[in-house]
């Protein structure tokens, strides 16, 4: 039990400093780019959320709550998967663990950003 939660921090951290480190700290990150990224794009779809809205300041804690947040799935179904020893077992429990994980945290961070007022005017 102590390694699998080892494991799973150290995967969270290696994860979510990469994506620090390549995404939100990258030097040419436009906020206001016409290009939304894939999460932008779900969340735009899904949960009309406007990022037109966003403050430069507001925009870099999106991103640091989107690398946090697949940080977590990644991290997360890595885990779990590893216990398993077959291969296939491991390919299917992982889309398993992954698609649901990715549809409720992307709708948790959704509705937060619909609470706060940030969607699009009808």
């Known amino acids: 039990m ?3 939660l ?5 995967f969270y951290v290696i994860c979510y400093l990469l ?3 390549f995404v939100v ?3 040419k990150n436009n906020f206001k780019s016409k290009k939304p990224r894939i999460e932008e794009s779900y969340l735009i779809g899904k949960y ?4 037109k809205k966003f ?10 709550i989107i690398s946090l947040t697949n940080s977590f799935i990644l991290s997360f179904t ?8 077959s291969m296939l ?3 299917l429990l992982a889309f398993i663990i992954l698609i649901p994980l990715i549809l409720v945290s992307y709708m948790i961070i959704g509705k937060y950003y619909q609470k706060k007022g940030l969607i699009k005017d009808v």
């Open 2 to 4: 102590i390694k699998v």
């Open 6 to 10: 080892i494991e799973f921090v150290l």
């Open 19 to 21: 994506y620090l480190f």
């Open 25 to 27: 700290l990258k030097k």
């Open 48 to 51: 009309n959320i406007d990022f």
């Open 55 to 64: 403050k430069k300041k507001e925009y870099k804690k999106f991103l640091n």
């Open 78 to 85: 890595l885990v779990i998967v590893n216990i398993v020893k």
């Open 89 to 91: 077992f491991k390919t």
